[in-house]
Each structure stands twice: as C-alpha cells, then as structure tokens.
C-alpha cells in the first residue's frame, strides 16, 4: 500500500487532534472554573477551554506540519504549550482511505487550516452542553476540501451508558462519515438560525422564506449538523458575526455529502490566508433544495449585506 497523502495525513492528525481537544473541554467545564473573558462584549466570550483547546490543535499540528498555515480563533499570546496539550496520534481509518486524485500533489505550504478551539463558546457557558463544537477546516486553493467537527458532549442527556462525544469528518470526492445521512421530510421547510445573534434583519429574513418552522440554536458546527442529519432544511443568518474559522469545516462535510454553502448573496466562501475573517454577507446554507431558499431571499436584506 502507497504511504498516505499529505492530505490524508492532515486530516487523520486533525482527527485524533479533535478528540483531544473534547477531553480538554469536558475536563475545564468539570473543573467548575471557566475562566470567562468578554472579548466585545457579552455575546462574544473566551473561556479557558477556548485558550488551552486553541493551544493544544495549532500547537499539535504545527509539530507534524510546519509549512501549513494555521489560522485560530482566539489571539492568543506566544507561550511555551505543555506537553500534555500535544495529540500525535492519526486515525488510522482515515490514513486508509484513499486521497482523491484532485490533491494527490498537495504540498504543506499550501494548507490553510482554520481552527474554532470552541464554536458556541456563549451556550458552553450557559450549559447548552450539546450546541459545543470543534472545528478544524482544512483549505487548499482558497476552497473548504475537508473538515473534522467534534461534538464533546453529543449524547451527554442519553444516560450512562451512552458514549459521550462524537467526531465527524469528510473530505471533497470521499464524503463525510460519523453521523447518519438524513434528509427533512419532503416539502418541510424548517429553518435553523442564530439562537444569541439575532437581530431585525435576522428575523426579517427568515419571515420572508415563511419557514414551517425555526429552530434557534448556538454554534455554527451545530447548525450544518442540524442540516445533514435531517432536522433542518436552510440555515439562514442575515447579519456578519460568523468568521472562515466557523464556517471552513463545516462547509467541508457539507460540501462532500451535496450540499450548499454560500453568503446572502450566493457567493461563496474563499479560504486563502490572506482573506478576511469575517463572513459580513450571513449565511445561507442547505443540504438540497438550496436555490428554493437563495431565490426568497429579499432584495432589501441582500441590500443591507455588503461582502
């Protein structure tokens, strides 16, 4: 057998990095001390699973990958990280896979990896223990081509016995496994949407695709989960406020199972390191039907959000 790509070789290593990471959030939220920071404000928090998680992904990939350029949420000052942070294994399910023809050529320096230590920081604080992700987007060319989201508390309400946690990935031309494929019922329209982020124009948007339904929840990770496992149909958030870090992963696994994900306006999202962070045009994503929703979207919403 021919020795893993480098591609391969990334997203095994982010795999195993991932799950790390989950130990090091349930093991802060068990310690009681979260250690908050408000950043800008209320709504936008830093808590010591944020920082020692941030550490432990750049860090453990920065060993094994030296050239690749590796983007994190949190500005984080310069130190030396403890050994205990560090995750050297692979997933070794992963590094059987084979590369797709399209980056068997991949060199180092040309990975962009985009690192959110803790999407849905606000609802980790407030004990919405199931909306916590961690996300490591992996990008080549300026386009999302794998992603690894790590959900640290899925089944944490499933009782004893259950398994706590779960790691989903994909990569473009292999798919997306760790989950179950689920698409909504046929002509349900339910909308998933910002649940600590809304505002007018927010809300004004997602009255004008007349949804049956509109579930609120935290987390950007959390919310492509909600697409691909069937619960809702378009995730729709008319307003700036995500970054490439929340959406590069998750537009990855999207991506690799069919569907769509774009701005407001339909553009979609570019991942070079050079780019800006925020994504000021929303979000508008889906498994299917995404022209259904892009094609209702109101001028005047589209008016007020400038890429």
Partial sequence: MASPTLLMRVVASAYSVAEK???????????????IVEKSGANDLQTKADRLVQMSI???????????TIIGEEELPPEEVNEELIEDGYCEEILKKSCPAQYTGIKEEELVIWVDPLDG???YTEGLLDHVTVLIGIAYGGKAIAGVINQPYYNYEAGADAVLGRTIWGVLGIGAFG??????????HIIVTTRSHGST????????????SVIRV???GNKIIQLIEGKASAYVF????CKKWDTCAPEA??????GKITDIHGNSFQYNKEVKHMNSAGVLATLRNYDYYASRIPNTVKQSLVP
Wanted: proline share 6%; hydrophobic share 40%.
């Fill in 201 to 212: 124009l927010v809300n004004d948007c997602i009255s004008a695709l007349n949804p049956d």
């Fill in 121 to 123: 920081t606000k609802e």
């Fill in 253 to 258: 696994i999207l991506h690799a199972v069919g």
């Fill in 218 to 220: 935290g987390g950007a």
């Fill in 58 to 68: 750049c860090a453990s990939l920065t060993r094994k990958f030296p050239k690749a």
């Fill in 21 to 35: 990471a989950a130990t090091i959030v349930r093991k802060v939220m068990a310690g009681g001390d979260l250690g």
């Fill in 179 to 188: 989950f179950q494929l689920t698409e909504v019922p046929a002509g349900k």
């Fill in 238 to 241: 008319a307003s700036p406020g």
